[in-house]
């Protein structure tokens, strides 16, 4: 089992940006990528953005593409993400994410350790 946990979230101004970080313990040599998902009120947990170990794969969701980049600090165990341009609808929580298996898709299903959460605020 992998334990995670998320920071740096917080209230930022529409066109403002914030870096998201998630510390990762215990069996982290097992896993195949991590992923970032996010929540708002009232709505499902969506997928952000992903990346994979091997061969630095990226995938992001249409609505952050171009604004948000996924990256990692090996020497850390730690996942990152930069969100630039932020916009209100990106409020919510965001959550990082170890998969269950061997690959990384974009269904919150696929994965089976999830961190507390942050939560961004974006103001308009």
């Known amino acids: 089992q992998v334990q995670l946990v998320e920071s740096g979230g917080g209230l930022v101004q529409a066109g403002g940006s914030l870096r998201l970080s998630c510390t990762a313990s215990?069996?982290?040599?097992?896993?195949?990528?991590m992923a970032w998902f996010r929540q708002a009120p009232g709505k499902e947990r969506e997928f952000v953005a992903a990346?994979?170990?091997?061969?630095?794969?990226?995938n992001y969701a249409d609505s952050v593409k171009d604004r948000f980049t996924i990256s990692r600090d090996n020497a850390k165990n730690t996942l990152y993400l930069q969100m630039n341009n932020l916009k209100h609808e990106d409020t919510a929580i965001y959550y990082c994410?170890?998969?269950?298996?061997?690959?990384?898709?974009?269904?919150?299903?696929?994965?089976?350790?999830w961190g507390q959460g942050t939560q961004v605020t974006v103001s308009s």
């Open positions: 994410a170890a998969p269950k298996r061997l690959y990384i898709s974009t269904d919150p299903a696929d994965f089976g350790s």
């Open positions: 990346l994979t170990w091997s061969v630095g794969y990226t």
């Open positions: 215990g069996r982290t040599f097992g896993t195949y990528g």
